[in-house]
Nanobody
Framework: QVRLTEIGGTTVKSGGSLRLSCEAS?????MGWFRQRSGEEREGIVT???????DDADDFRDRFTVSREIASKSIYLQMNSLKVDDTAIYYC?????????????????WGQGTQVTVSS
């Protein structure tokens, strides 16, 4: 029943910033951001619960920040100091229940993904 749509992916220069949005048609208590680089497994970036608690991966903590807008059922990912190896498809995900780590297998609903390309 939950449908998620990512928007905001584009090409950006290294060192630049980008903000991704995820629009939800239904409510998921836990939502998060994941990415998949070419040839790599999908990896968790950060999750945020309905209570605002954030669980973020060490690799992204200094550069990526999640926020949640309850009224619009949307979450955002602010990405700063982008690097070429940040190039990936970025996915929004959700769970009906509370957040439970950063493993993709824990999430029930997924957006279609949005491509972020960082150029040198």
């Amino acid at each position: 029943q939950v449908r998620l749509t990512e928007i905001g992916g584009t090409t950006v220069k290294s060192g630049g910033s980008l903000r991704l949005s995820c629009e939800a048609s239904g409510y998921a208590f836990c939502m998060g951001w994941f990415r998949q680089r070419s040839g790599e497994e999908r990896e968790g970036i950060v999750t945020i619960g309905g209570n605002g608690i954030v669980d973020d991966a060490d690799d992204f903590r200094d550069r990526f920040t999640v926020s949640r807008e309850i009224a619009s059922k949307s979450i955002y990912l602010q990405m700063n100091s982008l690097k070429v190896d940040d190039t990936a498809i970025y996915y929004c995900a959700g769970r009906l229940g509370s957040c439970d780590g950063l493993l993709p297998e824990s999430y029930n609903f997924w957006g279609q993904g949005t491509q972020v390309t960082v150029s040198s």
